[in-house]
């Protein structure tokens, strides 16, 4: 089962506009992690937050982690038609293996 | 900057054929990872690998197989590819698992079995 789940599942906005994402996960994490994927691409690291943090900047990326809640938070600010893209988070499963468990993702569309 | 190189971007095979995905990683990670992507059910693991000629089962490891020879090659095979095996097939690597570090994809390869 997926350890993540996003919301919304899809987002649609203007240039220049902020877009928020979320995620709520199930176990316990030692970090969480957002990807962001170009449609038809690989995905591509974005930034990771670990269980003792609670606020992460990364230029116009902000992530927000509640472990009470078991939930993050993506906020990309002032977009730009180039965000246009498929976001997951993940986590890591309990087993010390590396694995990465996905969420389904948001689909944010930035429109020009 | 880490690269991840997959051998084809776009696949077409026909029912019962074996294929073979391979992925490359010149970071001298441990850690590599098969996925498979479908529209509605996100990234599910198929396979893994933290060390040469060692493999884990993911989720989904039921029709294919996997071959680790070298550590920064990791291939997937297909045995005998079913139309259901059509898919977007995405390959990762990361560093130290003890440290749960981040995952770099490659370009991911589409696959269409006839």
């Known amino acids: 089962s997926q350890q993540g789940e996003e919301d919304p599942q899809a987002l649609s906005i203007q240039e220049g506009e902020n877009a928020t994402m979320n995620c709520s996960y199930k176990?316990?994490?030692?970090?969480l992690q957002w990807y962001r994927q170009n449609s038809g691409r690989g995905l591509v690291h974005l930034i990771l937050i670990r269980s003792n943090e609670r606020e992460k900047h990364s230029g116009r990326l902000r992530v927000t982690l509640d472990t009470s809640k078991k939930s993050s938070s993506l906020l990309i600010t002032a977009s730009r038609a180039a965000d246009t893209a498929s976001y997951f988070c993940?986590?890591?499963?309990?087993?010390?293996?590396?694995?990465?468990?996905f969420g389904q993702g948001t689909t944010l569309q930035v429109k020009p | 900057d880490v690269k991840v190189t997959q051998s084809s971007r776009y696949l077409v095979k026909r029912t019962g054929e074996k294929v073979f995905l391979e992925c490359v990683q010149d970071?001298?990670?441990?850690?590599m990872f098969w996925y498979r992507q479908d529209p509605g059910l996100g990234l599910r693991l198929i396979y893994f690998?933290?060390?040469?000629?060692?493999?884990e089962k993911g989720d989904i490891p039921e029709g294919y197989s996997v071959s680790r020879e070298k550590k920064e090659r990791f291939s997937l095979i297909l045995e005998s590819a079913s139309t259901n095996q059509t898919s977007m097939y995405l390959c990762?690597?990361?560093?130290?698992?003890?440290?749960?570090?981040?995952?770099?994809f490659g370009p991911g390869t589409r696959l269409l079995v006839l």
């Open positions: 690998s933290y060390d040469v000629k060692m493999k």
């Open positions: 970071m001298d990670h441990e850690n």
């Open positions: 990762a690597s990361s560093g130290d698992r003890q440290y749960q570090e981040t995952q770099y």
């Open positions: 176990t316990s994490i030692n970090n």
């Open positions: 993940a986590t890591h499963g309990s087993s010390n293996t590396g694995k990465l468990i």
